[in-house]
T-cell receptor, first 118, second 114 residues
């Protein structure tokens, strides 16, 4: 079974500082995908970044980067130069194959509530 | 805007009732997923459909059912509602159904069971 652990329930960060949100995962499958989503107070789930288990390089999307350490089973999200609008819940998720050859739903962590202070 | 639409945005109903939540995937996406987000259970995968066929099941209760229609929109039916079914229900879609596909989420339907 797959499992995602996010050990930081909440974080306070000063505006313009870099932020690292922790995520560790557990799976026995060699092929899997790792995702980060942002959920603002309005409730929608916004896709931020994706990393495949076979990707050699860490994923980057604008101010977001994923620090992927496969041996440690860690997929931390790094937000550079944080902004007030980054205040939100952040969820790490993974998806692995099922025996039918496709994949089923995402397994989510409990999330980290990030608050950016001016 | 992800391109995934969900209706209604809010729903208030009573215990024992039945409701239907509707989802339209992004243009070109064949796969639809349903998730439930509640305070005690967090975000849970319920069920997946791909091109009209059920593909995978997660923690979906027997009182809940879903289907995907030929135009690819999907409906989640919740019956014999209980207080504990109050949650935010998300629909997500992806092009296909592989591990590498990013799922894009709709805005969600907030269900309150009184």
């Amino acid at each position: 079974a797959q499992k995602i652990t996010q050990t930081q329930p909440g974080m306070f960060v000063q505006e313009k500082e870099a932020v690292t949100l922790d995520c560790t995962y557990d799976t026995s499958d060699p092929s899997y995908g790792l995702f980060w989503y942002k959920q603002p107070s309005s409730g929608e789930m916004i896709f931020l970044i994706y990393q495949g288990s076979y990707d050699q390089q860490n994923a980057t999307e604008g101010r977001y980067s994923l620090n992927f350490q496969k041996a440690r089973k860690s997929a931390n999200l790094v937000i550079s130069a944080s902004q007030l609008g980054d205040s939100a819940m952040y969820f790490c998720a993974m998806r692995g194959p099922y025996s039918g050859g496709g994949a089923d739903g995402l397994t989510f962590g409990k999330g980290t509530h990030l608050i950016i202070q001016p | 805007d992800s391109g995934v639409t969900q209706t209604p945005k809010h729903l208030i109903t009573a215990t024992g009732q039945r409701v239907t939540l509707r989802c339209s995937p992004r243009s070109g996406d064949l796969s639809v997923y349903w998730y439930q987000q509640s305070l005690d259970q967090g975000l849970q995968f319920l069920i997946q459909y791909y091109n009209g066929e059920e593909r995978a099941k997660g923690n979906i209760l027997e009182r809940f059912s879903a289907q995907q229609f030929p135009d690819l929109h999907s409906e989640l039916n919740l019956s014999s509602l209980e207080l504990g079914d109050s949650a935010l229900y998300f629909c997500a879609s992806s092009v296909a159904a592989t591990t590498l596909e990013t799922q894009y989420f709709g805005p969600g339907t907030r269900l309150l069971v009184l």
